[in-house]
């Protein structure tokens, strides 16, 4: 499975734009991407998969140019409640396991 | 519609007793993972059952781990004897027959194990 790799962290304010970039170099053809959020103290929720161009739905939208080695998690406008570990990983066809990695800590201030 | 639930939320429990902790996954979800993070560490695959069965268990740490799923329903991990280095958070998570390529994986709450 293709390794992952994101930012550790990041900040911003609320109402603004957060675009969140996760590289996959070694991603094979039947890969996905597949983006989980992660509260405190809560299991990781799925938010968005892609396989290549732009998927959009209602909480995110996920960028994937054409050699699909990297993706970009885009969060519009958001506010304190998105605060959050953001999570990248590579999905095998029909694989029966995620790969977590380190995640990217949003933190949205006021 | 429930989701995945997870028994108990929090366990603190001594170095060398037996703790069982149980999962509920969404019903019809025939897909049944369990993964863990211990502290300051990544959430780690421990196993995957299809239905009653055990597809995966390549992430299980030894054999004091014990993981079963009786008639396919719900699930149990025991830790017997359980060691200081298992603490950390444990989580359940189930899905549909697909598997998480195509459809996503639910997760529950997890639950907090302490061993002192």
């Known amino acids: 499975l293709a390794k992952t790799t994101q930012p550790v962290s990041m900040d911003s304010y609320e109402g603004q734009e957060v675009n969140i970039t996760c590289s996959h170099n070694?991603?094979?053809?039947?890969?996905?991407i597949t983006w989980y959020q992660q509260f405190p103290s809560q299991g990781p929720r799925f938010i968005i998969q892609?396989?290549?161009t732009k998927v959009t739905n209602e909480v995110a939208s996920l960028f994937i140019p054409a050699d699909r080695k990297s993706s970009t998690l885009s969060l519009p406008r958001v506010s304190l409640s998105d605060t959050a570990v953001y999570y990248c990983l590579v999905v095998g066809y029909n694989t029966d396991k995620l790969i977590f990695g380190t995640g990217t800590r949003l933190q949205v201030f006021p | 519609e429930a989701g995945v639930t997870q028994f108990p939320s929090h366990s603190v429990i001594e170095k060398g007793q037996t703790v069982t902790l149980r999962c509920d996954p969404i019903s019809g979800h025939d897909n049944l993972y369990w993964y863990r993070r211990v502290m300051g560490k990544e959430i780690k695959f421990l196993l995957h059952f299809v239905k009653e069965s055990k597809q995966d268990e390549s992430g299980m740490p030894n054999n004091r781990f014990l993981a079963e799923r009786t008639g396919g329903t719900y699930s149990t991990l025991k830790v017997q004897p359980a060691e200081l280095e298992d603490s950390g958070v444990y989580f359940c998570?189930?899905?549909?027959?697909?598997?998480?390529?195509?459809?996503?994986?639910?997760f529950g709450q997890g639950t907090r194990l302490t061993v002192v």
């Open positions: 892609g396989y290549k």
């Open positions: 070694n991603i094979a053809t039947n890969d996905y």
């Open positions: 998570a189930s899905s549909p027959t697909g598997g998480p390529t195509y459809t996503e994986a639910f």
